[in-house]
């Protein structure tokens, strides 16, 4: 069993950072992948980013590039996430998850869920 707990969330203005954290614990060493994932209201889960156990791949979806960075501390077990140019459409819950698989393409491939951190970005 892997537990992970976020952590960061918040408030901020358009254009602004948040950093978001999710701390592993448990068998984390089964654990190659990591990534994140957000949820709006009304929308369904989308994946946002994924990083792997070297910290050599990186995957983001296109509406983050270039604004998002996630990063690993593997002596601390935790993964992070940081939101730099912050939109209102950022505004969501978002969730850490973690994947026995090198490559997990969708959601349903990842095996063990974080219960998520409130992001609010006002315009």
Do not use: H
């Amino acid at each position: 069993q892997v537990q992970l707990v976020e952590s960061g969330g918040g408030l901020v203005q358009a254009g602004g950072s948040l950093r978001l954290s999710c701390a592993a614990s448990g068998r984390t060493f089964s654990m190659n992948t990591m990534g994140w994932f957000r949820q709006a209201p009304g929308k369904e889960r989308e994946f946002v980013a994924a990083i792997n156990w070297t910290g050599g791949m990186k995957n983001y979806v296109d509406s983050v590039k270039g604004r998002f960075t996630i990063s690993r501390d593997n002596a601390k077990d935790t993964v992070y996430l940081q939101m730099n140019s912050l939109k209102p459409e950022d505004t969501a819950v978002y969730y850490c998850a973690a994947a026995v698989a090198w490559d997990p393409r969708t959601q349903y491939d990842y095996d063990y869920w974080g219960q998520g951190t409130q992001v609010t970005v006002s315009s």
